[in-house]
């Protein structure tokens, strides 16, 4: 399952920030991130005492040549019009400068603090970036978690 940001802000949110963020939370992990002269990549966040690990990755509209997709997540959401915030969100969408995307584990024995750790990740972020969140199968969300649009 696919976890993903959609920030209209170029800054890049920090590892130690949302680590720190985590961490206050009482969600302890272990990350680790790499990067370029644009900032972090890729990056992954260990649960420690469990094999399962979150990987996250981040793009730049400029850089990474995202415009396809992000069209196409525009078009899906004109088409959600059963919801009032269809076309707002659409435009978010267009004016994303940074995409991250999160990667849930198919083996985790813990369900419900991976859940935790990988909805608090996309509120941070979110909030890092002037974004909204999208979980696949779930909705779009504001970065205070509250829901826009329910997907089927």
Not at 30 to 52: C, I, N, Q, V, Y
Request: aromatic letters at 8%; glycine letters at 6%; hydrophobic letters at 45%.
């Amino acid at each position: 399952m696919w976890y993903r940001v959609f920030g209209i802000s170029a800054v890049e949110p920090a590892p130690a920030d949302l680590t720190a963020h985590l961490l206050a939370a009482g969600l302890r992990v272990e990350p680790h991130f790499k990067g370029d002269d644009l900032g972090w990549t890729s990056g992954e966040l260990r649960l420690p005492g469990r094999e399962a690990l979150i990987a996250l990755d981040r793009y730049l509209a400029k850089e990474d040549e995202l415009r396809d997709d992000l069209n196409a997540y525009a078009a899906e959401l004109e088409t959600m019009n059963h919801s009032p915030n269809n076309i707002a969100l659409m435009a978010h969408v267009i004016q994303t400068q940074q995409l991250l995307t999160l990667r849930k584990p198919q083996a985790a024995t813990d369900e419900v603090t991976l859940e935790k750790i990988l909805v608090a990740t996309c509120q941070y972020l979110a909030s890092q970036t002037a974004g909204v969140y999208q979980i696949d199968g779930q909705g779009w969300f504001a970065a205070d978690g509250s829901l826009l649009i329910q997907e089927d």
